[in-house]
């Protein structure tokens, strides 16, 4: 077996970089497969052998070449470094929301990377600001001694006096589970692995949570727990399982506490079944029975299911139906509550008791529809930007007027909102602090479209500060991600200010295979359709550069995940568009993952991509699979960044990428790869670590594109 070679010469990466030492070059060990007549050779297909000393100092050399590589920018790091976190109020309370007998928030501590979980009981006038604080859960000590910690799934029971939640510990994104007796703060419940999700029974008596399968990750049974069982978990209850390896399941308590909500999903399809919240060892029921293509989600109100579904329209309506089992399945019962728009995508409807509100994306833009349900008057809340972003919040109060909602946008820093839905008048209640002299007016947020060339129009969403000169001399970083229906999110970022106060322009392509314009500009980028989003995302930059937002040489792209599938497709195709690529945690080796069906992003994402064990599906996804498609050509400067311990898309597949790229391309720029040996598909957990890591990517970025101090 040959071993790790280095490269017998140096060379100058550009003007900003000094002579490199010996770039790292992997041992090719060729793997011919052959599929419907065509031989593929994968010479770097021995870097998926996590366990192997030789992967392992690859990634190690790889990264000690990527350090020597930026030394020039450390100082520029450190100064970002200290920037970003100049702007953030490092000891800070988050808003607080209402859940039973409590207000909960979180909190942050200067110098502690993590949350700390906290709760005040509601005394008899209403406050709760003189109670005494109780920590419900503190992240940093379950971080101690580790390179990584998330908590994810954090519920409180319905009687307050237990905690459920579930820690990572290593980035790999396979949960355990824990249930804590607030009472005393001991652990009731603990050590299930492999958790996905969870749901108190009313009583609190009892838990159910559901697990995926260890190899391929797919969420694929429920369980049911009692909580005075101790830790005996074998007396668990294996409820359900879900065998087709289409589909994945999740459970949940509905707002009202009166029932249980196991979904059971593939991308096109969708089966809910419910248990009443009180009866937790009755039979569970079907609301509809699962149908091709058909999507449908459900929530409870008044002894009705209200069931948003997509069976007149791609961008689903909301019927009313009684819950009763005949009731239910003739449609002779459905009330039409909300009807199917063309234009007009319906993401989500959250019922409270007197009232329903639907979230909307008009024209790409969130808004949200409030329905009083006993008069059924509607209305819709005014927002005042152009460009922006919604979330609902922690509603979890059942009979309530209050709606709690997020916004942001590029200029205006994330905020939460207390709505009163009678009263129709709502009130800012916490807005995240931007130190350091931030003015929301210095900077230009504007929504601009291009058209694609068959006629669709892509929208872009751009901020730059004021002052700059747009005559195609300013830096510009477009971003975009365009795959599952997932609309790019418009978010405020402190740590961007570091870009736009340089002069860096920002801007996001919102493309298709997104779900920015509802359920059609999806289909348009999927499957056999795919490549329109990577010309989509070719135009958009097109648009920028004659726009004279910025030029080629000057125009930086980025992404991540199904984004880094983006950047490596569209640096194949115009490589000569752009200055500088950074993608995350990288989807490009498309085929032979998809090939893989012992892989995480496998079997589940045929309706994502197609099932290449079909010929025409094959032939696709090879003619744009980044990996696949690398030629001995030039390329631009590339920054590529991993993580040993992604679930998601393995270390091994950017790995390969840059092996087999650094192999081929005939240009001097740099390309480096940087591996986090401690981290998942995210990224570094502590809130210091990821500003170091965002730190890094911005100096590359400005250094690249010729930004002196």
């Known amino acids: 077996m040959s071993m790790l070679l280095l490269t017998s010469h140096c060379y100058a990466a550009d003007a900003a970089t000094p002579t490199m030492p010996d770039a790292p070059v992997a041992a090719k060990r060729p793997k011919v497969d052959t599929n419907f007549g065509d031989r593929r050779v994968d010479d770097y297909f021995w870097l998926r052998e996590k366990s192997n000393p030789e992967v392992i100092s690859y990634l190690e050399a790889e990264n000690a070449y990527a350090e020597k590589a930026l030394e020039p920018t450390k100082s520029l790091q450190d100064k970002l470094y200290k920037e970003m976190l100049g702007r953030i109020q490092e000891t800070d309370v988050s808003a607080p929301y209402r859940n039973g007998k409590y207000y909960y928030y979180s909190r942050t501590e200067a110098g502690k990377q993590y949350n700390i979980l906290c709760r005040k009981l509601i005394q008899a006038d209403g406050t709760y600001e003189a109670s005494p604080e109780e920590i419900t859960l503190d992240v940093n000590q379950l971080a101690e001694g580790k390179k990584f910690m998330s908590v994810d799934a954090a519920i409180i029971s319905p009687d307050g006096n237990y905690l459920a939640y579930a820690t990572d510990g290593t980035g790999f994104r396979q949960y355990v589970l824990q249930v804590k007796d607030l009472r005393t703060g001991k652990l009731v419940l603990e050590n299930r692995e492999r958790i996905t999700s969870i749901a108190w029974t009313r009583d609190s008596k009892n838990l159910f949570y559901t697990t995926e399968d260890a190899v391929t990750k797919r969420s694929n049974q429920l369980h049911l727990a009692a909580i005075n069982q101790g830790q005996n978990q074998a007396k668990d209850k294996l409820v359900y399982e879900e065998k087709d390896e289409l589909f994945h399941i999740d459970v949940a308590l509905d707002r009202s506490k009166e029932y249980i909500f196991l979904s059971i999903a593939s991308s096109t399809t969708t089966e809910t079944r419910f248990v009443h919240a009180d009866k937790p060892a009755s039979p569970w029921q079907i609301v509809l029975p699962r149908k091709k293509d058909q999507e449908y989600s459900v929530d409870y109100q008044g002894g009705s299911f209200y069931i948003r579904i997509n069976d007149t329209g791609r961008n689903f309506r909301v019927i009313r139906t009684p819950t009763e089992k005949i009731a239910r399945t003739d449609k002779r019962n459905w009330h039409e509550v909300v009807a199917h728009r063309s234009d007009v995508m319906l993401e989500h409807i959250d019922l409270f008791k007197n009232y329903l509100v639907v979230h909307e994306r008009d024209k790409g833009l969130q808004q949200l529809a409030i329905t009083e349900l006993s008069s059924k008057k509607q209305h819709r809340i005014a927002f005042p930007e152009a460009v922006y972003s919604l979330a609902g919040g922690k509603n979890l109060e059942w ?40 003015n929301p007016d210095d900077y230009t947020s504007e929504r601009r479209f291009t058209k694609a060339s068959d006629g669709k129009m892509i929208p872009v969403s751009i901020v730059y500060k004021k002052g700059v000169k747009l005559d195609g001399s300013a830096p510009l970083s477009l971003n975009a991600y365009g795959s599952y229906g997932f609309p790019y999110p418009i978010s405020f970022s402190s740590n961007r200010l570091s870009l736009l106060d340089r002069g860096v322009v920002f801007a996001v392509a919102h493309i298709r295979g997104g779900g920015d314009l509802g359920k059609a500009w999806y289909d348009d980028g999927k499957m056999l359709k795919k490549k329109n989003t990577f010309t989509d995302f070719i135009t958009a930059a097109e648009f920028l550069i004659n726009e004279k937002f910025t030029s080629s040489d000057r125009l930086a792209i980025e992404g991540g995940s199904a984004g880094g599938l983006l950047m490596g497709a569209v640096t194949n195709m115009r490589p000569d568009l752009f200055k500088l690529v950074i993608s995350h945690v990288p989807f490009v080796d498309v085929v032979n993952t998809m090939l893989d069906a012992s892989l995480p992003l496998t079997v589940g994402e045929y309706e994502e991509w197609g099932n290449p064990n079909e010929k025409p599906y094959y032939d696709y996804i090879k003619s744009y699979s980044p990996y696949d498609n690398l030629a001995a050509k030039a390329y631009p400067t590339i920054l590529v960044k991993t993580s040993l311990n992604d679930s998601q898309v393995m270390y091994w597949e950017p790995a390969k990428y840059v092996a087999k790229l650094r192999s081929l391309k005939t240009d001097k720029n740099p390309l480096l790869l940087v591996t986090n040996m401690g981290a998942g598909h995210g990224g570094a957990s502590g809130r210091y670590d990821a500003l170091k890591e965002n730190a890094l990517d911005y100096a590359f970025l400005l250094t690249t594109l010729g930004i002196k101090e």
């Open 399 to 438: 009979d309530t007027k209050t709606l709690t909602y997020s916004y942001q946008s590029f200029t205006t820093p994330f905020s939460v909102y207390e709505y009163d839905m009678g009263k129709q008048a709502g009130k800012l209640i916490k807005r995240r602090a931007v130190l350091g002299g931030f």
